[in-house]
């Protein structure tokens, strides 16, 4: 089996031939979104960080900056800066540009304002997609998909149906030599023994169970339940009692294979297999450390009916609650309610969404990108604002 | 490492055409497929067995219900894991859900009050 895709300079192959206006700083965004909106072809990437912030949090902006440059997805990249952050544009730049893509910059405060700013991004970026729409996709082996793994907006539907035929998809791309990422350790709270038992090793246990760890933490030195904010509201509203309800049913996204290694977040992967990634559960934050680590294309389950996708990466809609597919059918890709009703069996429909996800890769569009609903991005951060 | 842990816990994609689900057979809570009705006995698959509960109170689709009585202080086990624990006695039928269980992780609550 093949997809069709584009190749970059890199040896990437990308889903989608986007041309990326990233906004290296908050206080670009103004900017960097309207040059994308004047273009068709382009899209933004806008954020909240980026100043003001500790240098733990300044390096992962500039490291995030840079995974998503080199995103497979993006043919080009326009950098928007308003000029006296922290985030080190040049730096972004530089390794961007190191994959053989054009980037270019923009600084807000040497151009003369927002106006002549839009003005000279736009005409860039026009120049960029006219570049980037002579390229042809090209089949390739699914091995060069790199997948990434979401739920969210659970209910109940979740751990029975979805989750498990998205951990069948994944098991399908890791034997075809492909790439899958498991984010999402705030769940894994409560399932994280059962998923030790599937690292390649001991040491790479370890090391999943001390996210793990770092992420329970983080919750409870607040000094409240996780439960006012995991399960969320509406995951309690469908069903879902505690976080290890949630992370039992969670966990199933990752199939059978052995996850081979565990990164920090947003940090492309050096091997190929399942493999985790630090991230939080909520959508902007893991969708854009997902898309960081490299993912052309990501299947994202839901339950009560999740619409956020990703402004370059395809995001994949499936959900087991018909109810859902038939109230929510604008956000919704993949219907696998038939597992919950007893007429497909896991196999069956893990099979039947692997179809998809390759038309998907090969241009199919997502109904979040049918709807433009893709705006679900910030930068994931561990430290505070200050 | 051991291939198919996780996924021994999940259920067989077929016969969830039901009115319950119970995932395991040492699992106490079952799932609704449907909702369920108060004072209504449902009959549904529990591991080998067929169990048959009679609601207690009406239990909306994807909610959970005890499928056995169930005392305070105990595990409650769904997937064949503990998920929680109760914090009143649950009886057989009664929705088992957050207001008779409590969370075990990340309770920042509990650290708070030293204990």
Redesign the interface.
């Known amino acids: 089996m093949e997809f069709l895709g584009y190749e970059r300079g890199d040896g990437g192959i990308g889903t989608r031939n986007y041309v990326g206006i990233l906004s290296t700083v908050i206080c670009g965004n103004e900017v960097a979104d309207k040059i994308a909106s004047q273009v068709l072809g382009a899209t933004a990437f806008l954020h909240h960080q980026g100043c003001c912030q500790t240098p733990i949090d300044i390096n992962r902006v500039n490291d995030v900056l840079i995974g998503l440059g080199k995103n497979p997805n993006l043919a080009a990249v326009l950098l928007v800066s308003l000029g006296c952050e922290s985030t080190n544009i040049h730096l972004v730049a530089d390794a961007i540009a190191a994959t053989g893509k054009r980037v270019e910059t923009i600084l807000i405060q040497e151009e003369g304002g927002a106006a002549k700013s839009v003005a000279r991004g736009i005409l860039l970026a026009q120049s960029m997609v006219t570049d980037a729409s002579g390229l042809k996709r090209a089949p390739f082996p699914l091995s060069e998909l790199v997948l990434g793994l979401k739920c969210g907006s659970s209910d109940t539907t979740s751990g029975l149906s979805a989750n498990p035929v998205v951990g069948i998809l994944s098991d399908l791309i890791v034997e075809a030599g492909g790439t899958s990422i498991l984010g999402e350790v705030t769940e894994f709270i409560g399932a994280e023994h059962l998923l030790a038992k599937h690292a390649k090793d001991e040491k790479t246990a370890r090391k999943m169970l001390a996210l793990v760890e770092r992420m329970e933490n983080r919750a409870i030195q607040m000094g409240f339940d996780i439960r006012g904010g995991q399960p969320t509201g509406g995951n309690i509203k469908g069903g879902l009692t505690t976080i290890e309800e949630k992370s039992l049913g969670a966990i199933a996204k990752a199939g059978n294979a052995p996850f081979q290694a565990v990164y920090e977040y947003g940090v492309k992967p050096d091997v190929k297999g399942l493999v985790v990634m630090d991230s939080p559960g909520r959508e902007p934050e893991i969708l854009t450390g997902l898309s960081a680590a490299g993912a052309n294309v990501i299947a994202f389950t839901t339950g009560r009916g999740a619409p956020q996708g990703f402004p370059f990466v395809p995001v994949i809609k499936l959900t087991g609650n018909e109810k859902t597919w038939k109230n929510l059918i604008d956000h919704m890709d993949f219907n696998v309610s038939s597992v919950m009703e007893g007429t497909e069996t896991l196999e069956e429909a893990g099979k039947r969404l692997l179809l998809e996800l390759v038309d998907v890769a090969s241009g199919k569009l997502t109904k979040a990108e049918i709807s433009g609903y893709t705006s679900s991005m910030d930068i994931y951060m561990v430290g505070p604002v200050i | ?7 021994k ?10 009115n319950a ?1 119970m ?1 395991k057979a040492q699992d106490n809570v079952a ?3 449907r909702d369920l009705d108060a004072g209504r006995t449902y009959q549904f698959v529990a591991g080998k067995e067929t169990l048959s509960v009679t609601m207690k109170e009406s239990i ?5 219900f005890a499928a056995v009585d169930i005392s305070k202080g105990a595990d ?1 086990i ?2 064949g ?4 624990r109760a914090t009143a006695d649950i009886s057989q039928g009664a929705h ?3 207001q008779n ?12 009050e030293g204990v």
């Open positions: 490492m051991k291939a198919g842990q996780v996924k816990i999940l259920p067989k994609g077929r016969n969830m055409k039901q689900i995932i799932t609704a497929l909306a689709y994807g909610h959970k409650i769904k997937y894991e503990i998920m929680g088992a859900h957050v269980i409590e969370s075990l992780r990340g309770r920042g609550d509990l650290k708070k």
